[in-house]
């Protein structure tokens, strides 16, 4: 379980998806309607890619950053600050954000 700071709880305080981690913004048309988007942090160039996604992960940032603003606009989940999840969840697993506890939980890794 990966811990960091709710940043917005979205429509329920439960989310579920596939992870696409994005560390560049060349990577950001991998995301695609519904997935979690895992990065270290976002900037003005993620919005498109925020925009189609179901939840986003950060490993820096706090209830200002970018990624909480944007994700409390758009209604989504969005948990902040975890300092290791783009080094600990990989490409395509499965991951459960639950934003009453501010946890990330890797339900199935990609085979």
Do not use: W
Request: charged share 20%.
């Amino acid at each position: 379980i990966i811990h960091g700071q709710v940043a917005s709880v979205g429509e329920s305080h439960y989310f579920r998806g596939i992870a696409k981690i994005v560390l560049t913004i060349n990577q950001i048309g991998k995301i695609n309607s519904g997935d979690i988007l895992v990065t270290t942090m976002t900037s003005p160039d993620f919005v498109i890619g925020m925009k189609k996604a179901g939840a986003i992960i950060t490993d820096t940032g706090g209830m200002l950053s970018h990624a909480a603003i944007v994700s409390r606009e758009l209604k989504i989940p969005c948990i902040v600050g975890t300092e290791i999840a783009t080094k600990v969840i990989r490409e395509g697993d499965v991951v459960e954000l639950h934003c009453g506890r501010g946890t990330v939980k890797i339900v199935k890794h990609k085979v």
